[in-house]
C-alpha cells in the first residue's frame, strides 16, 4: 500500500521552496546510462512522485517531452506554480496507476520517492509503461549528510546530525527502504539489466537557511511538528543559532556547501 505524508499546502511550499534538484553527479550517472544504453529517441519522460518538481526541470532539459506525477494534489499545484519550460506538463495520480500507454514512456524516473510506492504495484506499472529500449533511473538521498564552511565542517556536521538524529525517530517505518540503500526496491525491478550505484556524492550550494528549510520539508519533522508542536519549533531555530555561532557569521543567508550521498538504481529495458 502506498503512502502519502506530503498532502498539505503548508508542508508542500516549504517542499517547494527548499528541497533541491537533482546535483551534477546524480545527473551524470543517469546521462550517462542513457548514453551507455544508447536511450533514443528520447521523447517521453515521467517523473513518478515527482513533488514540487525539482527533478522533472532537469529531465526537461533533456527529453521532448516531460510529465512529472504525484498523487500530493497541493505538491502539484506548486510545481504549477513555478516557471517551467512549456514541455513540462503536471498530472495528480498514484504511481501505481499511471495515465500511459502500454510501451510509451522512454524514461520512468523518480528522485527521492520511491519508498512512499506500493513498490509490487508500482514495478508492475514499471514493465507495463516503460518502451523496450526504454530505461529506469529511481535514485534517493540519503541520510549520509554533512556541512561544509571553512574550518569547522566537523562542528557543523556533528550539530546537523543531532538534530537530525532528533527527527528519525519520527520517522515512517517506509524511510528502512532509504536507510538499507533502496537494496529491496533494486531486488524488485523486473528488469535483469540492471544496477545499482551507492556511492555518488553531490556537493549542493546551500545557505544556513536553506539547510533549516531542508529539515523542515522532511517528514518526520511534519510528523514531530504534530505530535509535539512548541518542542518542534524551538528544534529548528536552535539548531540555526548554533551553526550561525559556530560559523562566527550573523546572516542564516551565509552560503555553505551541503554534501550528500545519493543511491540510483538504474535499469534497463530489453529491446
Same mark, same amino acid.
Not at 506554480?81 to 512549456?86: I, L, N, T
Not at 510506492?117 to 540519503?142: H, L, N, Q
Not at 523486473?190 to 551507492?198: A, G
Given at each position: 500500500?502506498?503512502?502519502?505524508?506530503?498532502?498539505?499546502?503548508?508542508? =508542500?511550499?516549504?517542499?517547494?521552496?527548499?528541497?533541491?534538484?537533482?546535483?551534477?553527479?546524480?545527473?551524470?550517472?543517469?546521462?550517462?546510462?542513457?548514453?551507455?544504453?544508447?536511450?533514443?529517441?528520447?521523447?517521453?519522460?515521467?517523473?513518478?512522485?515527482?513533488?514540487?518538481?525539482?527533478?522533472?526541470?532537469?529531465?526537461?532539459?533533456?527529453?521532448?517531452?516531460?510529465?512529472?506525477?504525484?498523487?500530493?494534489?497541493?505538491?502539484?499545484?506548486?510545481?504549477?506554480?513555478?516557471?517551467?519550460?512549456?514541455?513540462?506538463?503536471?498530472?495528480?495520480?498514484?504511481?501505481?496507476?499511471?495515465?500511459?500507454?502500454?510501451?510509451?514512456?522512454?524514461?520512468?524516473?523518480?528522485?527521492?520517492?520511491?519508498?512512499?510506492?506500493?513498490?509490487?504495484?508500482?514495478?508492475?506499472?514499471?514493465?507495463?509503461?516503460?518502451?523496450?529500449?526504454?530505461?529506469?533511473?529511481?535514485?534517493?538521498?540519503?541520510?549520509?549528510?554533512?556541512?561544509?564552511?571553512?574550518?569547522?565542517?566537523?562542528?557543523?556536521?556533528?550539530?546537523?546530525?543531532?538534530?537530525?538524529?532528533?527527527?528519525?525517530?519520527?520517522?515512517?517505518?517506509?524511510?528502512?527502504?532509504?536507510?538499507?540503500?533502496?537494496?529491496?526496491?533494486?531486488?524488485?525491478?523486473?528488469?535483469?539489466?540492471?544496477?545499482?550505484?551507492?556511492?555518488?556524492?553531490?556537493?549542493?550550494?546551500?545557505?544556513?537557511?536553506?539547510?533549516?528549510?531542508?529539515?523542515?520539508?522532511?517528514?518526520?519533522?511534519?510528523?514531530?511538528?504534530?505530535?509535539?508542536?512548541? =518542542?518542534?519549533?524551538?528544534?529548528?531555530?536552535?539548531?540555526?543559532?548554533?551553526?550561525?555561532?559556530?560559523?562566527?557569521?550573523?546572516?542564516?543567508?551565509?552560503?555553505?556547501?551541503?554534501?550528500?550521498?545519493?543511491?540510483?538504481?538504474?535499469?534497463?529495458?530489453?529491446?
Amino acid at each position: 500500500m502506498a503512502t502519502q505524508m506530503f498532502e498539505g499546502r503548508g508542508h =508542500a511550499a516549504v517542499y517547494q521552496k527548499y528541497r533541491f534538484s537533482p546535483g551534477e553527479e546524480l545527473q551524470g550517472a543517469i546521462l550517462g546510462y542513457l548514453r551507455e544504453k544508447g536511450t533514443n529517441p528520447m521523447e517521453l519522460a515521467v517523473d513518478v512522485g515527482c513533488g514540487s518538481g525539482q527533478g522533472t526541470l532537469f529531465l526537461a532539459e533533456r527529453f521532448g517531452k516531460v510529465v512529472g506525477t504525484d498523487i500530493s494534489q497541493a505538491q502539484i499545484q506548486e510545481a504549477k506554480a513555478a516557471p517551467s519550460p512549456p514541455n513540462v506538463s503536471y498530472l495528480v495520480c498514484p504511481a501505481e496507476e499511471l495515465p500511459f500507454e502500454d510501451a510509451s514512456v522512454d524514461l520512468l524516473a523518480s528522485f527521492t520517492a520511491a519508498h512512499w510506492f506500493d513498490i509490487e504495484k508500482f514495478m508492475r506499472e514499471v514493465s507495463r509503461v516503460v518502451r523496450p529500449g526504454g530505461c529506469v533511473a529511481i535514485s534517493t538521498y540519503t541520510v549520509d549528510m554533512s556541512l561544509h564552511y571553512g574550518t569547522c565542517s566537523e562542528q557543523l556536521t556533528q550539530i546537523f546530525r543531532e538534530t537530525w538524529g532528533q527527527l528519525l525517530q519520527y520517522s515512517h517505518n517506509r524511510v528502512k527502504h532509504v536507510l538499507e540503500d533502496y537494496k529491496e526496491i533494486f531486488e524488485a525491478l523486473p528488469f535483469p539489466d540492471k544496477k545499482r550505484i551507492t556511492d555518488i556524492y553531490d556537493k549542493i550550494p546551500m545557505t544556513v537557511a536553506g539547510v533549516v528549510g531542508y529539515l523542515e520539508s522532511a517528514s518526520p519533522y511534519q510528523v514531530f511538528l504534530k505530535n509535539d508542536p512548541e =518542542a518542534a519549533k524551538t528544534l529548528l531555530p536552535e539548531m540555526e543559532k548554533r551553526l550561525l555561532e559556530v560559523m562566527g557569521v550573523p546572516s542564516p543567508e551565509t552560503p555553505l556547501e551541503f554534501w550528500v550521498r545519493h543511491v540510483c538504481i538504474l535499469g534497463h529495458k530489453e529491446a
